[in-house]
């Protein structure tokens, strides 16, 4: 066995350093976005989803689109929730 990917293998080739860091920043901030949601402190949870929808982050973009949808910490816009249900 090696320590380097077979470059012929199907499995995804590890995650470039700054990804890395930057996912483990979004699973951090994330559960607070969550909380600030449940505690109807809806700018903070928007500001911290959208910021992490726009890196792509499909559990940010998910919820930003429930913010759309609803209304919270941001004008209800449906199409727009739509736009991000649908990445």
């Known amino acids: 066995s090696s320590l380097f990917a077979d470059p012929d293998s199907n499995s995804a080739p590890p995650p470039e ?16 976005a969550d909380k600030a949601l449940q505690n109807k402190d809806y700018k903070k949870a928007f500001e911290i989803y959208h910021h992490f929808a726009q890196e792509g982050l499909a559990p940010a973009q998910y919820q930003l689109a429930y913010c759309y949808q609803n209304g919270f910490g941001v004008a209800q816009d449906p199409l727009l929730a739509a736009a991000w249900y649908s990445k």
Do not use: R, S
């Not at 350093?17 to 607070?32: N, R, V």
């Open 17 to 32: 350093p700054i990804q890395y860091f930057h996912l483990k920043a979004a699973l951090q901030q994330l559960p607070d």
